[in-house]
């Protein structure tokens, strides 16, 4: 027969396992079908990954809190937050030529100035919720310091954010320094987790579930452009997929469980540019200035409320951390661009819909649900309107 002990054993055992998995980027490998495989049609040709991470170098790493229910008690719970970090070139210190543009500046991303003034970006990009900012900040530059090992005279950590405050526990700002060491050194290539994920884990886009998002495109045949949201925005009214208006066909679906989004909610959206191309600063801010038509295509409107802010870097020219001298650089006319503002409209599109489609309904503060977007019915609606692919 089992002791009461053994029994209480194993039940600490089991929560413990449980706390870990909550934790653990093993469990945020991809489970759902992505919206391709789904039938949504999209323009252009992805990488293999159909991520970010399709540009050499590139790493994303995420680190998810999702604790506690019930009625919002500030500074305990519940928690719906995260962090997501993408590391350009790994694990290193190597600054890369950056660009920058707010379609809408209702929100904050630090160390945006010298992106602007500088062209460089010395760190990873970092994206969390809005109360998190200070504290990912900060450890940034701890992790470098005490995990990296490197001592850096000067660096301006950015980091963007989104407010998670309909689901999460802002006040509480529970992004602890843990959590971001958590998102960098668990930092990989490969498939990216999207959906309730990192950063993403409490944001809404267009009524539905949010969050996390990648795509990717090739530009020619030697180069590629990847995008990864945090979406965190929009209208269900105004959801548009593949110029199909699925929220005015869906509206109301749902509206029975919990407290919802109102519907007309403002929001925030960030993206992240990458690509492999040798761009100069000037041209990567054209790159970012790009990325609202993506988000147009999807019904986004850049609203009063809405931080809208992009950065975009190139994974090129090894001599962009030069601090003196005359340095030789490789770059691409302005004539050839092109073909990578078209991807990265086209991958801006796509990444938003992979955040909805891998999201799942949360409910957090106060029974305040989000309900997942219906990919039923979105394949019903797209097959309505003859632009479900077979």
């Given at each position: 027969m089992m002791t009461s002990t053994f029994r209480g054993l194993l039940l600490g055992l089991a929560a413990l396992g449980a706390v870990l998995a909550a934790h653990s980027p093993a469990v945020e490998a991809q489970a759902k079908p992505r919206a391709?495989?789904?039938?949504?049609?999209?323009?252009?040709?992805?990488g293999p990954l159909n991520a970010i991470t399709d540009v050499e170098g590139v790493e994303v790493g995420h680190a998810t809190i999702i604790e506690g229910s019930g009625p919002l008690v500030p500074g305990k719970g519940p928690v719906r937050t995260g962090v997501t970090a993408v590391l350009p070139r790994g694990k290193v210190w190597e600054p890369v030529f950056a660009g920058w543009?707010?379609?809408?500046?209702?929100?904050?991303?630090?160390?945006?100035?010298?992106?602007?003034?500088?062209?460089?970006?010395?760190?990873?990009v970092m994206i969390t919720g809005t109360y998190s900012v200070g504290a990912v900040r900060d450890a940034v530059n701890s992790w470098f310091h005490e995990e990296l090992k490197r001592e850096i005279p000067?660096?301006?950590?950015?980091?963007?954010?989104?407010?998670?405050?309909?689901?999460?526990?802002?006040?509480?700002?529970?992004?602890?320094?843990?959590?971001?060491?958590?998102?960098l050194?668990?930092?990989?290539?490969?498939?990216?987790?999207?959906?309730?994920?990192?950063?993403?884990?409490?944001?809404?886009?267009?009524?539905?579930?949010?969050?996390?998002?990648?795509?990717?495109?090739?530009?020619?045949?030697?180069?590629?452009?990847?995008?990864?949201?945090?979406a965190n925005y929009g209208t269900r009214e105004a959801l548009t997929i593949a110029g199909v208006p699925i929220g005015r066909e869906i509206v109301?679906?749902?509206?029975?469980?919990?407290?919802?989004?109102?519907?007309d909610r403002d929001g925030s959206i960030i993206v992240v540019v990458a690509t492999d191309a040798p761009l100069l600063p000037h041209q990567l801010e054209r790159l970012?200035?790009?990325?609202p038509m993506g988000i147009a295509r999807m019904g986004g409107i850049a609203s009063n409320g809405s931080g809208d802010i992009f950065i975009a870097f190139s994974t090129a020219n090894r001599g962009a951390a030069a601090e003196t001298g005359v340095t030789p650089i490789a770059w691409l006319p302005n004539g050839d661009l092109t073909p990578f503002?078209?991807?990265?409209?086209?991958?801006?599109?796509?990444?938003?819909?992979?955040?909805?489609?891998?999201?799942?309904?949360?409910?957090?503060?106060?029974?305040?649900?989000?309900?997942?977007?219906?990919?039923?019915?979105?394949?019903?609606?797209?097959?309505?309107?003859?632009r479900l692919v077979p």
């Amino acid at each position: 027969m089992m002791t009461s002990t053994f029994r209480g054993l194993l039940l600490g055992l089991a929560a413990l396992g449980a706390v870990l998995a909550a934790h653990s980027p093993a469990v945020e490998a991809q489970a759902k079908p992505r919206a391709r495989a789904l039938g949504v049609p999209f323009s252009g040709t992805p990488g293999p990954l159909n991520a970010i991470t399709d540009v050499e170098g590139v790493e994303v790493g995420h680190a998810t809190i999702i604790e506690g229910s019930g009625p919002l008690v500030p500074g305990k719970g519940p928690v719906r937050t995260g962090v997501t970090a993408v590391l350009p070139r790994g694990k290193v210190w190597e600054p890369v030529f950056a660009g920058w543009f707010a379609g809408n500046g209702f929100g904050e991303m630090t160390g945006a100035p010298w992106v602007v003034e500088g062209g460089i970006l010395g760190g990873p990009v970092m994206i969390t919720g809005t109360y998190s900012v200070g504290a990912v900040r900060d450890a940034v530059n701890s992790w470098f310091h005490e995990e990296l090992k490197r001592e850096i005279p000067w660096h301006q950590p950015v980091v963007g954010e989104t407010s998670d405050a309909f689901l999460n526990d802002g006040i509480g700002q529970h992004v602890k320094k843990a959590h971001v060491f958590q998102a960098l050194n668990t930092a990989r290539g490969g498939a990216v987790a999207e959906g309730n994920v990192g950063g993403g884990t409490g944001m809404v886009v267009h009524g539905f579930k949010g969050g996390i998002g990648t795509s990717s495109r090739r530009v020619g045949d030697r180069f590629v452009l990847g995008v990864l949201v945090q979406a965190n925005y929009g209208t269900r009214e105004a959801l548009t997929i593949a110029g199909v208006p699925i929220g005015r066909e869906i509206v109301g679906a749902d509206r029975t469980r919990g407290n919802q989004p109102p519907a007309d909610r403002d929001g925030s959206i960030i993206v992240v540019v990458a690509t492999d191309a040798p761009l100069l600063p000037h041209q990567l801010e054209r790159l970012a200035r790009r990325v609202p038509m993506g988000i147009a295509r999807m019904g986004g409107i850049a609203s009063n409320g809405s931080g809208d802010i992009f950065i975009a870097f190139s994974t090129a020219n090894r001599g962009a951390a030069a601090e003196t001298g005359v340095t030789p650089i490789a770059w691409l006319p302005n004539g050839d661009l092109t073909p990578f503002f078209q991807a990265t409209v086209e991958a801006t599109e796509e990444a938003i819909v992979n955040a909805m489609v891998a999201a799942e309904t949360m409910t957090g503060i106060n029974g305040n649900t989000v309900p997942a977007l219906p990919t039923d019915q979105l394949r019903a609606i797209l097959k309505k309107y003859n632009r479900l692919v077979p």
